[in-house]
């Protein structure tokens, strides 16, 4: 089993940027990927980016430039660095590790 804990959300002024982080725990040696999805307000969950262990990454196609995936595998973290925000892009967002485990989410909204 996989814990996964996200942070770092929370209301910001369109224009402006949030870093995200999941912390993972337990059995984290089978983890090949990390990924973030977001769900907006009555929309489906939705692959933001990727992550893989050799340090591979994609992104959605629209986001590209604006949001950056990177991680710290000494403290078993992965982040999302967002900027120049939108206010499309509120919703909540989660991360994953490749399989059927999820954390609880965190909120970003982006509003003036």
């Known amino acids: 089993q996989v814990q996964l804990v996200e942070s770092g959300g929370g209301l910001v002024q369109p224009g402006g940027s949030l870093r995200l982080s999941c912390a993972a725990s337990g059995n984290i040696d089978r983890i090949y990927v990390m990924g973030w999805y977001r769900q907006a307000p009555g929309k489906q969950r939705e692959l933001v980016a990727r992550?893989?262990?050799?340090?591979?990454?994609n992104y959605k196609d629209s986001l590209k430039g604006r949001f950056t995936i990177f991680r710290d595998s000494a403290k078993n973290t992965v982040y999302l660095q967002m900027n120049n925000l939108e206010p499309e892009d509120t919703g909540v967002y989660y991360c994953?590790?490749?399989?059927?485990?999820w954390g609880r989410g965190t909120q970003v909204t982006v509003s003036s």
């Open positions: 992550i893989t262990i050799g340090g591979s990454t």
């Open positions: 994953n590790e490749g399989g059927t485990n």
